[in-house]
């Protein structure tokens, strides 16, 4: 790209466009991209402001719930006054983000994810970040991910530790590859039960930003690493993690997730 090639948000953009590592080009590639967050709770609210501060031209935002008074500690795109309304959070997310960056495409969808409009939700973006609550779901988007050829970033937390994983099918492992099955119902603590650290969420919606933004911009591929993090210890422990030739997901192509129950 020229040098004297317009910024695509002028002054907005300037500290992200002095990092060499996405300069002019990269904050153009981002204006140009599409994200699907997926869930927006604890993870995909911090995930949906810092995409749209960043600037991705089109940003998704598909949850089910309506804002809850419980929600407010942890979820940093609402306020009481969600609450009161009852809002959709995906279209209280929208008008929050809106106000943040008027210059991109914000598109809400109050929908409840299944194998019947997951592949739908998928198509309509670049890249997907994983902002949902629970396994299942998360193996739906795997199925369709990988299915799509559609880069996705996995993302879990769960008191004061987190997970997060970057998904390019083809090239490194699926979801499957490390969790070969979703947890039998029931056996996984959740945070309603477990409790969430505001932080932690944040900490773990950054990291999963930070793999969309290498992503999207054509940063060297560096290896496939599992992230654990520990916010109240301070650790962050990357560990290498292997495609499977024989994964049931992105080896087999058996997307069993997407067929109806």
Same mark, same amino acid.
């Given at each position: 790209m020229p040098a004297d090639t317009p910024s695509p948000g002028g002054e907005r953009y300037a500290r992200h466009e002095?990092?060499?590592?996405?300069?002019?080009?990269?904050?153009?590639? +981002?204006?140009?991209?599409?994200? +699907?967050? +997926?869930?927006?709770?604890s993870l995909g609210s911090a995930q949906a402001m810092l995409l749209a501060r960043a600037g991705i031209?089109?940003? &998704?935002?598909?949850?089910?719930?309506?804002?809850?008074?419980?929600? +407010?500690?942890?979820?940093?795109l609402y306020d009481e006054n969600d609450v009161k309304a009852r809002a959709p959070k995906a279209e209280a997310a929208a008008r929050r983000l809106r106000a943040i960056n008027p210059e991109i495409k914000i598109e809400p969808v109050v929908v409840n994810v299944t194998a019947g409009n997951i592949e739908e939700l998928v198509g309509r973006?670049?890249?997907v970040i994983d902002g949902?609550?629970?396994? %299942?779901t998360r193996? =739906? =988007?795997?199925?369709?991910?990988v299915k799509a050829g559609k880069p996705w970033v996995y993302g879990g937390v769960l008191g004061v530790d987190g997970m997060v994983l970057a998904v390019r099918p083809g090239v490194g492992p699926c979801l499957r590859c490390l969790f070969e099955l979703p947890p039998a119902g029931g056996r996984l603590p959740t945070c309603d039960a477990f409790g969430v650290l505001n932080a932690a969420a944040v900490w773990v919606a950054s990291l999963q930003v930070t793999e969309a933004i290498k992503i999207l911009t054509g940063a060297p591929? %560096?290896?496939?690493?599992?992230?654990?993090?520990? &916010?109240?210890?301070?650790?962050?422990?990357?560990?290498?993690? %292997?495609?499977?030739?024989?994964?049931?997901?992105?080896?087999?192509?058996?997307? %069993?997730?997407?067929k109806p129950a």
């Open positions: 002095a990092l060499s590592l996405i300069g002019a080009a990269g904050q153009h590639k +981002l204006a140009r991209s599409s994200v +699907l967050v +997926l869930g927006c709770g031209g089109r940003l &998704i935002v598909a949850d089910r719930d309506f804002v809850q008074l419980f929600n +407010l500690p942890t979820q940093i973006a670049d890249l949902a609550d629970n396994f %299942e193996f =739906l =988007l795997n199925d369709a991910a591929y %560096e290896g496939h690493k599992l992230h654990t993090l520990d &916010i109240w210890r301070g650790t962050a422990s990357p560990v290498a993690a %292997e495609r499977k030739p024989d994964c049931s997901c992105c080896g087999r192509r058996n997307f %069993e997730f997407l």
